[in-house]
């Protein structure tokens, strides 16, 4: 039996409502690709901040090599071997790939010293990064790369890597596995944290998975279907979404050569952008991040203005209408980044629903709000989408991340919009509420109303469009059939090869 490098042994740790990890053991071996799976809610955040030193068990024991492990802060971690890939990614988008990594660092040398010794261990790595160049210049992959190289200086024994491959393309996702298996040919332990199970299945050695709290389960995966370790997660069948084949109606949204400047210094410009959708259908829009995804939701969310005529909804200009005007005649959207846009951290999971529901749910009379009827939006969303939170009153940051994107995509959902424009619908969402996200997609496509899904989830959009584009630097490519489509033609889309000769599948 192989030593352990890592032995977690009945951890718990409860907040107020909520057993977040109850009697939690599993080991990790040196070198071993280790997955932790989960539904949304199941524990995982709250495990990986204790081993990381973030959070303080309530009881249980932790190991490290057979000696008492138990850090008080990340310091302690770090010291110990243990490094983390954080999913949302802590960088300065001012300051430069070097500046950025130093900060991260305990001592950190001499900038000329730190920037030769970036350049080694990305090379050496397979992950190659210029120390000079300004963090906001950089691609998503890219930005991966500098937290990744972060970690690797401080020469980890384990490292823990949460939803790494989220804002990776294909062939950005193959770069960064070849990278995780040098590192376990070398002896580095790694933690994975991941709600697409096929990339477990390539990648982990074993798998330990957790419901609500407890570890109900291991495997190996590569022994496993990923339905199989789905429905270990969830406890119950998992249904894949589906829908009738409808004729579609006439043309909701319609843009004209929409062009529009980044409020961001870092971000990317729209150039140019023509598209129509119809009613009943589901437009998928692909990308690698950071190419105009936000400011294209910004465009047709209201957040940004363009000329009237540029963006139509059901033939009437609305380019020079606000978020407010826009949701009166039945233009919704929900943004990516659910905490802080989608919703206000602090405020309760009614006044979140008040705050875009107000006008389309009558949440408002004579000025006063409506707290019962807000109470009850926020109430119905929750039981719809299986929100696990204890009630409307917490506050939205108490909510796992999968938790409140079914919120955030719920309250849009519920409100019956002519158009819905929805940014990573199912970010960071384990497969069972994926699933069930994308059926409500469908079956709102299903009543009638044209649906816009920008997603950096090819499978997702493969399975939920009948059309696609992709963006590339503020472009959008011509929309083709999705169905048919190769993960080639779809590479040379997002690869912005807008304009090359691509061989067309019959759909």
């Not at 009881?59 to 000696?67: A, D, N, P, V």
């Amino acid at each position: 039996m192989a030593e352990t490098l890592l032995s977690i042994e009945g951890l718990r740790k409860a907040y107020p409502g909520v057993v977040a990890n109850d009697d939690v053991s599993f080991s990790i071996a040196p070198g071993e690709v280790h997955a932790l799976l989960g539904e949304n809610g199941a524990g995982k955040s709250t495990l990986v901040k204790m081993i990381y030193g973030l959070v303080r068990p309530d009881s249980g024991r932790m190991l490290m090599k057979g000696q008492p492990y138990e850090p008080a802060t990340p310091h302690a971690a770090r010291a110990a071997g243990v490094a983390m890939v954080f999913q949302h990614f802590s960088l300065f988008e001012a300051l430069n790939v070097a500046e950025n990594v130093a900060l991260g660092m305990e001592d950190p040398p001499k900038q000329r010293e730190l920037a030769a010794r970036i350049r080694e261990v990305s090379e050496t790595y397979g992950l190659p990064l210029d120390p000079g160049r300004l963090v906001g210049d950089l691609s998503a992959g890219e930005r991966q790369r500098v937290e990744i190289i972060r970690c690797l200086l401080q020469d980890p024994k384990l490292l823990i890597m949460d939803e790494p491959t989220s804002v990776l393309t294909p062939q950005e996702v193959d770069i960064l596995f070849e990278t995780l298996r040098k590192l376990q040919a070398e002896g580095t332990s790694i933690l994975y944290i991941s709600h697409k199970l096929e990339e477990i299945r390539t990648l982990c050695d074993g798998a330990t998975i957790l419901r609500l709290g407890k570890v109900v389960g291991t495997c190996d995966p590569k022994e496993s279907s990923a339905r199989e370790m789905a429905e270990m997660m969830v406890g119950q069948t998992l249904h894949t979404p589906s829908r009738e084949e409808k004729p579609l109606g006439d043309v909701v949204l319609d843009l004209t050569a929409l062009s529009l400047r980044s409020a961001n210094p870092f971000g990317t410009s729209l150039k140019e952008i023509d598209l129509q959708v119809h009613a009943g259908e589901v437009l998928g829009i692909g990308g690698v991040a950071g190419n105009g995804q936000d400011e294209l939701l910004a465009a047709l969310s209201g957040e940004a203005l363009s000329p009237a005529e540029a963006v139509k909804l059901n033939g009437q200009p609305v380019g020079q209408l606000g978020p407010n005007a826009r949701r009166r005649l039945g233009l919704l959207a929900a943004p990516e980044e659910r905490l802080g846009h989608a919703a206000a951290p602090d405020m309760s999971l009614t006044e979140n629903a008040l705050l875009t529901g107000a006008i389309r749910e009558e949440l408002v009379s004579n000025g006063f709000l409506k707290w019962p009827a807000a109470k009850s939006f926020a109430e119905k969303i929750i039981e719809r989408f299986d929100v696990r939170t204890p009630g409307p009153a917490n506050a939205a940051r108490s909510l796992s991340g999968g938790n409140l994107q079914k919120f955030v995509v719920g309250r849009e959902i519920l409100q019956r919009p002519i158009c819905l424009v929805v940014n990573q619908p199912t970010w960071g969402v384990d497969a069972s509420a994926a699933a069930a996200i994308r059926q409500a997609l469908l079956d709102l496509a299903a009543e009638g109303a044209a649906l816009v899904v920008i997603s950096q989830d090819l499978d997702e959009l493969m399975e939920i469009s009948d059309r696609f584009a992709a963006l590339n630097e503020g472009r959008l490519s011509p929309t083709r059939p999705a169905k048919g489509l190769t993960v080639d033609e779809i590479g040379l889309m997002m690869g912005g090869a807008h304009d090359m000769e691509v061989a067309h599948v019959d759909a």
